[in-house]
């Protein structure tokens, strides 16, 4: 046999590749719908083309909304997940980016309520960690920029709380219920309650101790 020679398992498995190359090429002249068609009968490269098609708008609508490219990232995931999930329930009629787009928004407003609880919250723990009390005014955009390596910080040292001592200090500090009110609505008495409050504020003042201190 010559060395061009190609055996009968050979010459059929290079037009395979041969097909598969083409497929793979072919996917980026389909339309937004035919891939969503393709994915939800099973075609993962499908799915794939349709991310990449949209990833920089996705990207673009998402950093200038957010300052920290790490967020921006983790954001975009979750979109990208919420997109999967949602996928069945996508209109071929409506054009695919508003869709995406519209799905990345309800995923940043979502961050935004999270991180706008999450601020309120260590703004008034920090002012109870330090004794002064109540707050008496917002922190400015700047303050709260220019700390946010230690927001960071107190936000995970919160999450880390458990769940019993940090629901009572959520309760508390941030949705701001009086004690009582608090001890209802977690089935609690007051004096566990407070109990509790001062538990979980020793936990973060711990937590965020300087190391070596």
Not at 69 to 95: E, G, H, M, N
Request: with cysteine.
């Amino acid at each position: 046999m010559g060395f061009g020679a190609r055996t009968g398992a050979e010459a059929r498995r290079v037009p395979r590749r041969d097909a598969a190359r083409r497929g793979r090429a072919d996917l980026t002249r389909v339309t937004d719908g035919e891939l969503v068609t393709l994915a939800l009968n099973g075609a993962h490269a499908a799915f794939s083309q349709l991310l990449h098609r949209h990833a920089p708008h996705l990207r673009r609508v998402l950093a200038r909304r957010l300052r920290n490219p790490d967020d921006v990232l983790d954001l975009i995931q979750d979109t990208q997940f919420a997109v999967w999930k949602a996928l069945q329930s996508y209109d071929a009629r409506r054009p695919f980016e508003a869709w995406l787009t519209a799905i990345a928004l309800n995923k940043w407003r979502d961050w935004a309520r999270h991180e706008a609880v999450r601020c309120s919250a260590i703004c008034l723990l920090q002012a109870g960690a330090e004794g002064g009390g109540a707050v008496t005014e917002e922190p400015s955009a700047e303050r709260l920029a220019m700390d946010g390596e230690s927001l960071r910080d107190l936000g995970r040292a919160l999450e880390g709380l458990p769940r019993p001592l940090r629901d009572p200090l959520i309760l508390t500090a941030v949705h701001e219920l009086p004690q009582g009110a608090a001890a209802r609505a977690l089935k609690l008495t007051r004096k566990a309650v407070e109990m509790r409050v001062r538990r979980a504020r020793q936990h973060l003042q711990q937590a965020l101790r300087p190391q070596g201190c």
